[in-house]
């Protein structure tokens, strides 16, 4: 008897784990489709879900032939349309604190050569745009440019982003404290918050944050000012020391704290 309710107990507490554990997850998951095209999409498979439920109450024989054989392919249909938030849960699994100590890498980037040429940039109305990696890889973005392996430097970025050198269009990857690539083509972001005059400049910048856990720095040809980017959040109209701040405190975390990014989605023109 005393073997009994030790089970039933047992069982009871790995109920009340199971039930916490699905509710960690759905949690997650909702936070990580919220904001995105796979919100309202979410919304329209509960209300497919909720017609089904209904047509099920009532009775309703076709309909909910229809609808089972439609279930049958839905999975298959579920696993393309959330590509991209699946891509992105993963790689967000793989920046958990638990797997960063299991493959924690030492940060590398030469910040003050970045920003040091970033506001070099700005005073002289030059557009940039630097990627820099960091628990992600980009080697499918930096196989789409010019390969340098080059020592991150000043003078190297001045030279690359020159309005009158071939490497000027697109963006320089940065891994470690080298110069991987130039020229490289980034995805733009397909975000519906952002205004249509932002240039593709800033689209590329945040379409490689969402797609990966990298810092953007931009620099606006129009206007001269100076963007950062992580996560998919833009902090504009920064100067040399906030740009600093900003890389090296980004750099260390793996969520950007509110006190850095500003949570505002107002967008600028590239």
Not at 81 to 109: M, N, T, Y
Not at 165 to 176: F, K, M, W
Request: glycine share 8%; hydrophobic share 45%.
């Amino acid at each position: 008897m005393p073997d009994i309710h030790f089970t039933l107990s047992q069982l009871r507490l790995l109920d009340v784990i199971d039930i916490l554990v699905i509710a960690f997850i759905i949690y997650h998951v909702l936070v990580l489709i919220k904001g995105t095209r796979g919100w309202q999409i979410t919304l329209g498979v509960s209300a497919l879900f909720l017609f089904y439920y209904l047509t099920s109450s009532l009775d309703l024989r076709t309909v909910e032939w229809l609808f089972a054989n439609f279930f049958t392919y839905f999975i298959l249909a579920l696993i393309v349309i959330f590509q991209q938030e699946i891509r992105r849960g993963l790689a967000a699994i793989g920046r958990g604190r638990f797997v960063r100590r299991l493959f924690s890498h030492k940060e590398k980037a030469g910040f003050e050569q970045i920003v040091l040429a970033a506001t070099t940039f700005s005073e002289r109305r030059i557009g940039a745009l630097i990627v820099i990696e960091r628990g992600i890889g980009l080697k499918n973005y930096i196989e789409t440019g010019i390969q340098l392996d080059s020592l991150l430097s000043y003078d190297l970025l001045v030279t690359i982003f020159n309005p009158k050198s071939p490497l000027h269009d697109g963006a320089v990857v940065v891994q470690d404290d080298r110069i991987a690539a130039a020229a490289c083509f980034l995805p733009l972001t397909t975000s519906p918050y952002l205004s249509k005059e932002t240039g593709s400049r800033h689209r590329a910048g945040i379409g490689i944050s969402e797609e990966s856990d990298a810092i953007v720095v931009i620099v606006s040809e129009e206007s001269g000012r100076i963007s950062a980017v992580s996560r998919g959040r833009m902090t504009h109209n920064l100067d040399g020391p906030r740009l600093l701040a900003f890389l090296q405190k980004t750099a260390h975390v793996s969520e950007v704290p509110d006190t850095v990014v500003s949570s505002e989605r107002q967008q600028e023109a590239g």
